[in-house]
């Protein structure tokens, strides 16, 4: 008699362990599951054994061969397009002529075949199936039979209204090949679901019997580890490779076990794998082929395949690590994870409870992982940055992210406070906004909801309504799929790093307050807050920036592109109090638009709207309401570093003698040019806006500046505001009889450069190290990062705080310098982080 083994299927139940290798080729006591099968059938007397491939069938032919290894005759039937169980069989045993058994290959299982072959020659019947009892049978199919063994009814994976049966289908069959008759040839077709239905219809002869014996549809993880566990224990009479040294403690040929290593059985130590001291392997710890695992690592009722890494203190329980995976010092894996081929989980990462990283992707250092990761290659080591949380719309990012954020937010702050919260014009903003709302509010915080508006307007709101804090919810600049949760302290300034560190606790801990029905939060709605804001604004000094009788009486043309953000609800309030003659353009607020938006673009149009209608003054105003684009009288786009020159020349003087200026360590040496002749005091800072907008709130700053375009006037609002800045420049101009264009030649700006080098965390301190030897001699600034003077410049470089990278900055005379400078220390990078080269940056 000839057998049929099922292993075409895809196991998408077990993904991602089945996303390189076909479900029947995962190892199960080292040897694939399908191995445990043909050994089955081989001990029962069936030499003839045909399999049904499909996807990734050459991995099965490659392993297998003509089967001749295993003592049987092993020939293959491949299906170019899925078949169904039933349609398989078919194809695979067409002209058979006798009757033949039919198994899955990716089943556990020592059922006695020779009884059930005997069973269904004595019962006449053209069909039997295997079935076993089980308690609760209703992830199973369901057979339910009469006295004569007879098969009435099937019944696939039944509510429990309809369980009529405790008796289970096992998916093992004898069949004599007339039953083909009820077997479509065209399209896919299953046994149960239709077959063996139709057959009971037309009155022939389907027997069940009841068999014996371990039984076990390793379909998923938790299957796969239970499957391993009575391997181990002897429950079901199969094979583990390796010679067992000790009772229930298995060791391949090479393998290397340390005497200072601790083994607990039942334990399988695979060939040549290598068992460092101090290691603790078991109880139902599996080591497959060339697996090392490092002093003190831990390997608890888990499942490590072929060539992977198991780092120094690393703790694996109820886990499974893929082939040739790497799991870094101090990482750990808890309870039904999944670690696929080639991922790499970095030092002290923790893997949670039924989190699955897919092959080949990366977990940073440090990282805490409650969710799984699939497309990304990367899961940061914080949840929190600087800007926020930062990801994938509706894939990192997703409602219910958002609901547990902002659960954690709320418990740092008291019950009852106050958190105002509101969305740019996008749809994923608004959806994500009401799941902001609703942890909130479930965990006691009351919410003022601010809607559709700027970031920096949201920032006023939390300071001028006494807010507890803020939630805005964004699109990324530069980024149509992402998107941002940006969270504010009660000054409305993100929160510091400091702030950061018990969100990020709770978050972890999953340890957030929760209310009852009468402590849930509100929801109010902010009223006139456009108009609270352009008052503020427009106010004289010292409580406001402007002078409006002087600003009405210049009169000053201005061309002005909204970016299609939301600054155009905020914008005409201010405009109409300035008495500017303005041409607008893109004055709405559209997602789609706003998603194509290019800055270079859209100020080169300015600028040609500026020189054709006469105008004194050009602007864009990004989507965000934080970053502004200048561009002169004379139809010159100003670039950042000009911009803020520009911006220093002007209100410097009016500003007095001993006023700070805050400025990030990477600003331009013009800039520091300017506020030594006018007697200003420069404070450096590091990088991120949470730093510049701290050091500006505490020295009282008349003007911070961070990158690419963003302003604050910290008396006013400490936070980049473009339509602050816009309304200073205005103010100042119509002060002064110049134009903007007359400043240009007055203090030149060199030529700066940039680049991001990757680097391994681990490498960072090494690769800081190496760039402060390379700086001995030279006057180097330490505020964030290494910067080193030079007489026609500087460089400065500084690790990512959220990502693997280095960013290298320069300054120099001409671009060429720059460029120069930047490959050299870039090149330091790479060289110690053992990265490759990337392309960079170059402007003025």
Known sequence: MRAVIMAGGEGTRLRPLTSTLPKPMLPLGNRPLLEHVIALLRRHGFVDQVITVGARAEAIRAHFGDGAELGVRLSYAAEDVPLGTA????????????????????????????????????????????????????????????????????????????????????????????????????????????????????????????????????????????AHEDLLDGRVRSTIDGFEIAAGIWLGEGAELHPAARVAAPAVIGALSHVEAGAEIGPYGVLGADVRVSAEACVERSVVHDHAYLGPGTHLRGSVVGRAARVRRGARLEEESVVADDAVIGEDAVIQSGVAVYPAKTVDPGASVDTSIIWETHRSRTVLGTTGVTGLANVDITPELAVRLAMAFATTIRRGGQVMVSRDTSRVGRVLKRAVTAGLNAAGVDVVDLDVTTLPVTRFAVRALGGDGGVSVRLVRGDAQAVSLRLLDERGIDLSATARKPLERILARQDVRRSLAGE??????????????????????????????????????????????????????????????????????????????????????????????????????????????????????????????????????????????VLPVSAPRAAESVIAAHGGRLLWTGLSEADVLDAATESRAVLAAGAQGGYAFPGFLPAFDAVAALVVLVALLAARPEHLSDLRSTTPVGAVAHEAVPTPFERTGAVMRALLDSCRGRDVQLVEGIKARFGDGWVLVAPDPDQPVTHVWAEADDAAAVAARVSEYAGIVRRVAGSRPVAGRVGR
């Open 87 to 226: 349609g398989s069989v078919r194809h695979a045993m067409e002209g058979a002529r006798e009757p033949f058994v039919v198994l899955s290959g990716d089943v556990l299982t020592d059922v006695d075949l020779d009884a059930l072959v005997a069973f269904h020659h004595a019962q006449r019947a053209e069909v039997t199936v295997a079935v076993q009892v089980r308690d609760d049978p209703q992830d199973f199919g369901v057979v339910v039979t009469g006295a004569d063994s007879q098969v009435e009814r099937f019944i696939e994976k039944p509510a429990r209204g309809r369980v009529f049966s405790d008796t289970v289908n096992t998916g093992i069959y004898v069949i004599d090949p007339s039953a083909f008759d009820a077997v479509p040839p065209d399209r896919a077709v299953d046994f149960a679901g239709e077959v063996f239905p139709r057959l009971l219809e037309q009155g022939r002869r389907v027997c069940a019997c009841v068999v014996d014996g371990y039984w076990e549809d390793v379909g998923t993880l938790h299957a796969y580890l239970r």
């Open 520 to 661: 849930i939060g509100d929801i109010v709605v902010a009223e006139r807050l456009a108009e609270s804001y352009t008052a503020a604004l427009t106010a004289p000094p010292p409580a406001g920036l402007v002078d409006l009788q002087q600003v009405r009486a210049r009169r000053m043309k201005v061309v002005l592109d909204y970016a299609y953000g939301a600054a155009s609800f905020v914008m005409p309030n201010v405009l109409a109090k300035l008495g500017a003659d303005v041409l607008s353009l893109n004055p709405y607020a559209s997602t789609r638009q706003a998603l194509g938006f290019d800055r270079a673009e859209h100020a080169a149009e300015v600028a040609r709207l500026v020189v054709a209608s006469g105008a004194e003054l050009g602007a864009v105003i990004d989507s965000d309401g934080e970053r502004l684009t200048i561009v002169d009288d004379a139809g010159r786009c100003l670039d950042d570093a000009e911009a803020l020159v520009a911006l220093l020349q002007l209100h410097l003087p009016v500003a007095g003698v001993g006023s700070p200026v």
